[in-house]
């Protein structure tokens, strides 16, 4: 099956359902995937999970009625439950609360680097995507368009509204996950996926994008990272998000380059930041890549930018990262893609797994409006 997908309908319900029924089996294979990794441990069953589900829908509900519509949808069309397909949403905030009662998170992963000045029309943002290597097979690119018209290419999970990607006015998101001693301590909310999502769909500009991050209330720490081309100019910041503060940005440096992986780096949050205890190898890959960013041509090209995530220093930990041998579930950790984004050109740029196995046929790129010959559209309407 194709990682390629894009949906006709602009109606939210019917957009839904359109992903739903051509995606039945990924979606299902998502759900039963995370749910796996929830009971883990024996700190929850599936009921406290699809009550956790049906209250991240109903926040949803309350702050974006059109994406819980979607949501619904999608349940709808996979044949699952609305508060099922709401707990794949919410997937980084039911693993905080999973987290929380261990009384010790998951490390992190996935490495961000944006070069504002490149020889693109405007930035260029790269990023590998590392996560548990059980959901290798069940991402795609999903192309979309709002009822406002904006158009979305999202690199994103079977079931979740958006995760990493780029809109057609020249707005891109990259993400990392962070984990902070206050992670769950509220009530769990709208998803960190939502937001995504929202900045992807409704942003016409990085003023738009900032004033939804400055609104949102997380539940979990997560690094989102804004990256934007407007009139010829370009511009990128990363905002830290977490439980009952304000956002801690992160600006680029004097070259214009910003990297960031999954630690804290404003000020706000570096007191009761976990990952250096649970994942001390996003300290080094934070060194490796910004001294990588210092040696970057000026302005910077993609080629040149995707060459620096090829490391593998640190072994599992590593910025190119494949599973460490006997890794059981929940340790397996592994770059299941390395993403481009080209916000002025509308661009995602793809490849299945890590850096150092892209070679030159590896990449696909997808832009806005979806109009890649292997991106299979969906129609409600033909069902």
Not at 79 to 93: F, K, W
Not at 324 to 341: F, H, I, K, S
Request: hydrophobic share 45%.
């Amino acid at each position: 099956m194709s990682r390629l997908v894009a949906t006709a309908s602009r109606r939210p319900g019917e957009r839904g359902r359109e992903f739903g029924r051509a995606r039945a089996e990924l979606v299902g294979a998502s759900w039963a995937g995370y749910l796996e990794h929830f009971e883990a441990g024996g700190l929850c069953g599936r009921e406290e999970v699809e009550a956790w589900g049906a209250e991240a829908l109903a926040a949803v509900a309350a702050w974006a009625p059109h994406l819980a519509e979607e949501i619904e949808g999608i349940a709808d069309g996979a044949g699952l439950g609305a508060a099922q397909v709401a707990a794949l949403n919410a997937r980084t905030e039911i693993l905080a609360k999973v987290a929380r009662r261990r009384r010790l998170p998951g490390r992190g992963e996935c490495t961000v680097m944006v070069a504002v000045e490149s020889e693109a029309d405007g930035p260029l943002g790269a990023q590998t995507w590392d996560w548990h290597d059980e959901f290798a097979t069940t991402w795609l690119v999903w192309g979309l368009e709002e009822e406002s018209g904006m158009r979305v290419q999202t690199l994103t999970e079977a079931g979740v509204l958006a995760k990493l990607g780029v809109n057609s006015a020249g707005i891109a998101v990259l993400l990392n996950v962070l984990h902070h001693e206050d992670d769950a301590s509220v009530a769990l909310g709208v998803p960190i996926h939502a937001l995504l999502r929202r900045i992807l769909g409704e942003s016409e500009t990085i003023f738009d994008a900032l004033r939804l991050l400055g609104s949102f209330a997380p539940a979990a720490s997560s690094a989102v990272t804004l990256v934007a081309a407007e009139g010829g100019e370009g511009t990128a910041l990363t905002a830290e998000l977490r439980p009952g503060a304000r956002p801690g940005y992160v600006l680029p440096d004097e070259r214009g380059h910003l990297v960031h992986t999954n630690h804290f780096l404003s000020p706000g949050g570096e007191a009761g930041d976990l990952e250096p205890v649970v994942g001390p190898d996003s300290l080094f890959r934070f060194e490796l890549m910004r001294r990588r960013a210092g040696h970057l041509t000026a302005p910077a090209g993609g080629e040149e930018m995707l060459a620096a995530f090829r490391s593998h220093l640190g072994g599992g930990g590593a910025v190119c990262c494949h599973p460490e041998p006997g890794a059981g579930l929940g340790d397996r950790y592994a770059t299941l893609a390395t993403v481009l984004v080209d916000p002025a050109a509308g661009r995602l740029r793809f490849a299945d797994g890590g850096p150092c196995e892209a070679g030159p046929e590896s990449w696909t790129e997808v832009f806005v409006p979806p109009n890649h010959p292997d991106q299979e559209v969906l129609d409600v309407r033909a069902n």
